[in-house]
């Protein structure tokens, strides 16, 4: 059964970087697509990148050109690079596992998350 842990959270000012990651264990995961999502209180979990099987990526239109989603096949890690973090963007940010090699945007499109990582922003 496949495990996916996040780390790197923590507070971060506004305007600030963080890097997040995910470390995918009890199954290879470079054969399917994966993702991060995030959830702030009182909100659903949204979508916010994905990359597939082959390296490409695709992003929720708030974070394109500010995050960059990418992945470690021969670590089975995936990594989230946040810049000029807003303090809207505070939530727990989780990774998720589809068993597709295309990305999706679509929540239940994936079979396995991790547990999430808090991210705060503020100053």
């Known amino acids: 059964q496949v495990q996916l842990v996040e780390s790197g959270g923590g507070l971060v000012q506004p305007g600030n970087s963080l890097r997040l990651s995910c470390a995918a264990s009890?199954?290879?995961?470079?054969?399917?697509?994966m993702g991060w999502f995030r959830q702030s209180p009182g909100k659903e979990r949204e979508f916010v990148a994905t990359i597939s099987r082959t390296g490409s990526v695709y992003y929720a239109d708030t974070v394109k050109g500010r995050f960059t989603i990418s992945r470690d096949n021969a670590k089975n890690m995936l990594y989230l690079q946040m810049n000029s973090l807003e303090p809207e963007e505070e939530a727990v940010y989780y990774c998720a596992l589809s068993p597709n090699t295309y990305g999706s945007t679509i929540r239940s499109s994936y079979a396995n998350w991790g547990q999430g990582t808090q991210v705060t922003v503020s100053s």
């Open positions: 009890g199954r290879t995961v470079s054969a399917y697509a």
